[in-house]
């Protein structure tokens, strides 16, 4: 078989996203806020080029048959482009996450130890159809000292290639490496499998994007991967709720933005609750479109409601992503967390209680990566973390956990000074 | 084909693991202290059942003729058991690194976000011959509320049978989840492969031993893996060395202890100090057993000392671990730095000197784990750095990097209390 010559593309694009990230990676602060300023600057400028390579997938995108909301994520227009250059302008104004002095401590033998947060080195982030991702990561990895290699979908393709080419244009009027931030320019399949393999130049993949692109990026990686596969999010309303928050609560988690991975998925209702609360919010969600689908205790107290559904067991653990929503009655607290042990993806589970104690347990307990007391799932977001931007959120276990912002970007190495002390 | 008899045995262990690990990690500090005491006083009150497991295993050794080094670290006798009870006693006394408040601030909406380390889960640990591991990496997941799968090597796999049923009827005393530490029961090669799969149940991997092992583990793995595959450590003597500093840290680094990963493999001198410094060090070193293979301009500067070799290209960037030292004059900093970037493996490098500025660059520009001013690469090391234990060292850049204590068993959630605020 042939080498593909995109083979040899990529691996150049490596050597050079290597070399650039040795100069990235010590640049000050000031020089990367103002290349990106620069940058955004420059997305606005050329918003006519974009607009056409734009144009070029729509038209392609359109041939194809995508459905509505994928050509929606797909289309840029010119208050998409500020969008795009506002977010740039706030990475900008954010603090340095790399130098940062993590930890110092001496010695008994007088060594002085300094934990200092450094820049991981190459990522690789794999999206689908959104051209924003493009310049949100490449921003973000550029502020944190990364290189980027980013592999966006084949429908925005033109579109990506337009950004990438912008944000170049910046890197060379700032005199930094045109490579430190690189768009795969393939879109052959197989380019992923390979780029997967390359441990020794690559040292993060962040895939955003559907579970069964995900799940086969984890596949056949050899690289660190950080990453959620689901966003299966409860809210349990405790016996002890106020039943005014409780209501807030539970519509705005379902019904704001249905489509994202901190929506809620599933309702749990204490049973002393269940009689007052569950008829109240099961109307106000099914005249906001939301199909109910009721185990059979709750059934009881939602018969009342038009069109509510008997839930199927597969209907618990289910990311619906659309105003769906399972509904259990459960005997009491330590059922609620039980249940979302057993059917939660970790990712964001919440509480409605005005009980102290309840709200301790659940706080100390419940083993996801956002656990929220009377606030809304929808909070798990690196924005409203006050972290400024979001590269994604994680419900790994190691490394970034929950919304990753630009910390999550870094690594830390350890310092150690001595006065020639050597080991006994 | 028909489904392996260990395979429904790991499966049924990885699922009490997980049973356990949600016992485990909300165990109070005092009843995780009480247990590892108990531990240490089992482990020696049933040292004869446990060299007796010991003699088993070296009789097959020596039938297999392993070699002596092997045969040693598969030895145990008192000393060596009292030793491990002491290492499970330490454990006891350090800090609990679960529950740890990391962070909190309060957002302009009102809700308070707390950042609180929280354990793992259950984690895999693939490790060969030395069978004090097993006990070390059940008594540090156990500290740190994970779970811990344990493989260790086929030569000491009765002594590990022998120190877990210790470490078990230790739990029982303790009215412990005995699940919280497991022994995979077969020796059987595919079951690592078939564990390394296993990323529904096990949420870290960790595997200590050689290249060859670690590199098979990336590959197959699917969880995610922590581990360093080499050290290629590096001490640069600068122009402006105190050469009484750089003789006795050149000699510890390399002859304290040659077999170790935080040893010293490439000696770099800057030009200007080759002439004064090589001939001493080479002559210390040559007299301590030490083969040198120096590159060209070393080999000026070295030809006089006995036995002295020149180097081949692949002598540099080689893990000899042994007496063998690859040395090289460098034209200054930056060439030092250069070569180090080319050939480390990002575990430990080290500068020399007494010039500030010198220093700053190398701490600065480095990017290994550990990057030492005036101090043997030896230091590297989880007891050195003050941790009280060591799980391993990392070389990855992302999680933990460097030494690895209880910390790097640690992950943490993101706490959001509020008052019953909706997204908007």
């Not at 689908?293 to 038009?306: E, F, N, Q």
């Not at 057993?342 to 964001?348: E, L, P």
């Not at 994680?394 to 912002?405: E, N």
């Amino acid at each position: 078989m042939m080498t593909p010559v995109w083979q040899e593309e990529i691996l150049e694009d490596l050597s050079a996203a290597k070399h650039a990230w040795n100069e990235v990676r010590k640049l000050p602060a000031a020089r990367k806020n103002k290349f990106l300023k620069t940058a955004a600057h420059e997305l606005e400028k050329n918003q006519a080029a974009i607009l056409t390579a734009n144009r070029q997938d729509l038209e392609a995108a359109r041939k194809e048959n995508l459905n509505s909301a994928m050509l929606d994520r797909l289309t840029l227009n010119s208050a998409r482009i500020q969008a795009m250059a506002g977010g740039v302008r706030v990475v900008a104004g954010l603090a340095d996450p790399v130098g940062r002095l993590q930890e110092t401590w001496k010695r008994p033998n007088g060594l002085k130890i300094s934990k200092v947060s450094v820049p991981i080195g190459v990522i690789l982030i794999i999206y689908e159809s959104r051209p924003n991702v493009t310049v949100e990561c490449a921003a973000l990895c550029f502020k944190s000292g990364n290189a980027a290699i980013l592999r966006g979908g084949r429908e925005s393709f033109h579109t990506n290639q337009a950004l990438m080419q912008v944000l170049k244009q910046a890197l060379k009027k700032e005199k930094l490496p045109e490579a430190a931030m690189t768009l795969v320019s393939t879109t052959d399949r197989e380019a992923v499998d390979f780029l997967l393999k390359r441990d020794g130049d690559i040292h993060l993949v962040i895939p955003r994007g559907g579970e069964t692109l995900i799940r086969k990026v984890v596949e056949l990686s050899r690289i660190p991967v950080i990453k959620h596969y689901q966003g299966i999010c409860h809210v349990y309303v405790d016996r002890k709720a106020n039943f005014k928050k409780a209501e807030a609560i539970v519509f705005n988690a379902k019904v704001q933005r249905p489509g994202v991975c901190n929506a809620m998925e599933t309702l749990l209702v204490h049973e002393k609750a269940a009689a007052k609360f569950l008829p109240v919010i099961g109307r106000k969600l099914q005249e906001a479109g939301c199909e109910i689908r009721a185990d059979k205790s709750a059934w009881r107290h939602l018969k009342s409601v038009p069109g509510v559904r008997r839930a199927v067991p597969e209907d618990f653990g289910h990311e619906f992503l659309e105003k769906i929503l399972a509904v259990k009655v459960v005997p009491g607290l330590q059922a609620a967390m039980d249940h979302i042990q057993t059917y939660g993806s970790a990712h964001t589970d919440a509480i409605v209680t005005e009980d102290k104690r309840a709200a301790q347990t659940f706080k100390d307990e419940v083993d996801s990566s956002s656990v929220m007391v009377n606030a809304s799932t929808r909070f798990a977001d690196g924005f409203e973390y006050g972290f400024g931007a979001e590269i994604g959120i994680s419900t790994d276990k190691i490394h970034a956990r929950g919304p990753m912002g630009l910390e999550g970007l870094t690594s830390y190495k350890y310092i150690v000074e001595g006065k020639g002390q050597i080991r006994v």
